[in-house]
């Protein structure tokens, strides 16, 4: 009978976990669920959280040149950067990372679902103001 060495050094030999695995940490998939945007918002004074000392007409007109401006191809983030009234987003070009339809209030999640990514929305009223959107993933 063969020894128990005899028999081990016939079987195949298992490939090692770092042979086969990538050698970096592979990116998630996209979540269907949660999409990327960048916005800029344009307050006015009943908006909520945030006022602005300018009126609900006054807010909606800037809000239209600024999307105006982007559909037209003026850097998304420069507009953000000029024009935005959310303090969290401005200094980032408007990004607001990824998020689900469940965490934007339901004009803003709406708007930027059914937005592909590298389209700009129109105006979008929601209780803070109007945003312009850009979907980025």
């Known amino acids: 009978p063969a020894t128990p060495e005899a028999v081990a050094s016939r079987r195949p030999t298992p490939p090692r976990p770092h042979a086969t695995a990538p050698t970096r940490k592979p990116s998630r998939p996209a979540d269907a669920k949660s999409i990327e945007a960048a916005h800029v918002l344009i307050a006015h004074d009943n908006s909520i959280r945030l006022r602005a000392d300018r009126s609900q007409q006054e807010a ?35 990004l607001l990372g990824r998020f689900t339809r469940q965490r934007m209030v339901k004009p803003f999640s709406d708007a930027a679902f059914a937005l592909k990514p590298g389209q700009t929305s129109g105006v979008v009223e929601s209780p803070f103001g109007f945003h312009v959107i850009k979907r980025i993933k």
């Open 60 to 94: 909606r007109q800037l809000a239209t040149r600024v999307a105006a401006q982007a559909r037209r191809g003026v850097d998304f983030a420069a507009l953000a950067r000029k024009y935005s009234d959310d303090p969290k987003s401005k200094s980032q070009g408007g």
